[in-house]
């Protein structure tokens, strides 16, 4: 198997995971949202250090401890990926898996946005329309919910920043996740800890509940590293294209699985995003190719081929 037909399947792999993730937590009832939360953050603590002890590889933390910018940049990217989970598990187990399957359709909008206020990036006439038609959705689903649909656009924004984050620091994803984990572990400990002297911590009760618990580590982990797989063997525009099956598996469970209700206005509201989308994603595959036509024809012509 060729190295870009592997990353299509490592992508697939991450982005089927990522889709039907609903599921899954949906099976770690009757703990809570925080609960859940903590138990993945130290699960994948336990399970990314198994898997960088089996490469070898855990040499790179004396490193890193001599770039402290770098430990307080990986301090943000550990509290905005923590927001995007805890509010991502907020929103499956409070029955609003359609509104938590937006905030993924229209993260690739506000890593647009991002970039024209943060990195003072230009953007080409498609751009801005793509985004305007984002907002104008937002507008029509603040309508349709009677408020403005916040978790959607907290679990936008806060993986857009993570992701930047994610970008400038560079860090591979095992060692990343690793680090990240490693730096919310006391608090999801001291909470977990305290959890249990309340007596209210439902890990325990029942070893195919606690089984599921200790998974989620796992369940975290392995999607990461396939991402990190096919990031390394694809070029951006395929897996450009990819993204968008983890939202779309997330609005079927969403509808086809937990009955959650699809009025016409919020289906007019997703409609627009997904027009936004195909404008977005056809305009950034015209300008990929355009910029490598434009780098082949100003490539220098070797001497023997004149």
Known sequence: ??????????GFGAYL????FPIYLKLLRPAGPVEILAHRIVWSVVFVALVLAAMRNIGFLRALARRPRALAAIAAAAVLIAVNWGTYIYGVNSDRVVETALGYFINPLVVVLIGVFVLRERLRPAQWAALGMGGLAVAVLTVDYGRLPWLALTLAFSF????LVKKRLGLPAAEGLFVESAVLALPALAYLGWLGR?????FGHGSGHTLLLVLAGAATAIPLLLFAGAANRLPLTGLGMLQYLAPILQL???????HEPMPP??????????????????????HTRRTRAEARAAAPVPAGAR
């Open 17 to 20: 995971l990522w889709g039907f």
């Open 198 to 202: 309340q007596g209210e911590a439902t």
């Open 252 to 258: 079927g469970c969403g509808v086809l699985v937990f």
């Open 160 to 163: 857009a920043g993570y992701g």
């Open 1 to 10: 198997m060729n190295q870009t037909r592997l990353g299509y399947l490592y």
């Open 265 to 286: 206005a919020r289906l007019a509201g997703f409609a627009l995003v997904w027009v936004a989308l195909v404008v977005f994603t056809v305009d950034a595959v015209r």
